[in-house]
T-cell receptor
């Protein structure tokens, strides 16, 4: 049971570069989510997807792009990375979007923008 | 009132003691509630769902108080391995799920 996997685990890049974080789940969950976690802010939702080809903005979407061409994959792209995007990024999935369905998280990607 | 609010702690508790902490939420229409634990630099992991009638899983008891709009987590006979940050999660409205910022718990030997 592979569950949900994120890659890479660690990434260092420079300001202005494009970076893509990968997320893959094997449960066939409908919903997938991207969060960032920073000290003092807790988990903040960047984007989520209810199904393939359906994506919606979360709390902090600026500077990020997502796609969901296949149910199992939900990549997150930083089009032009900025230092403020240095963070820990978590992908999560759930069977449905809301009631009584918990989210399950990947191991996280630790991203540093220099 | 914040959508979901937790005491950040830290709670420093001797091993074997009982500890409890609450999480308040603002939307009275919220329908689903969860507790997660997060270890340092790790992903959040589901600890337990919170049901209207309250529920127990081993040493852990979760309760919901709709009238006062809070959920609680009680840990009995605390272990060193219980040291973590505990996040409450509330279905705020429709499909919007809100994570609290967490309560840090340190179990002291």
């Amino acid at each position: 049971d592979a569950g949900i996997t994120q890659s890479p685990r660690y990434k260092i890049t420079e300001t202005g570069r494009q970076v893509t974080l990968m997320c893959h789940q094997t449960w066939s969950h409908s919903y997938m989510f991207w969060y960032r976690q920073d000290l003092g802010h807790g988990l903040r939702l960047i984007y989520y997807s209810a199904a393939a080809d359906i994506t919606d903005k979360g709390e902090v979407p600026d500077g990020y792009v997502v796609s969901r061409s296949k149910t199992e994959n939900f990549p997150l792209t930083l089009e032009s990375a900025t230092r403020s995007q240095t963070s820990v990024y978590f992908c999560a999935s759930s069977e449905s979007g809301g009631n009584n369905q918990p989210q399950h998280f990947g191991d996280g990607t630790r991203l540093s923008i220099l | 009132r914040k959508e979901v609010e937790q005491d950040p702690g830290p709670f420093n508790v001797p091993e074997g003691a009982t500890v409890a902490f609450n999480c308040t939420y603002s939307n009275s229409a919220s329908q689903s509630f969860f507790w997660y634990r997060q270890d340092c630099r790790k992903e959040p992991k589901l600890l337990m769902s919170v049901y209207s009638s309250g529920n127990e899983d081993g040493r852990f008891t979760a309760q919901l108080n709709r009238a006062s709009q809070y959920i609680s987590l009680l840990i009995r006979d605390s272990k060193l391995s219980d040291s973590a940050t505990y996040l409450c999660v509330v279905n705020h409205r429709d499909d919007k799920i809100i994570f609290g910022k967490g309560t840090r718990l340190h179990i002291l030997p």
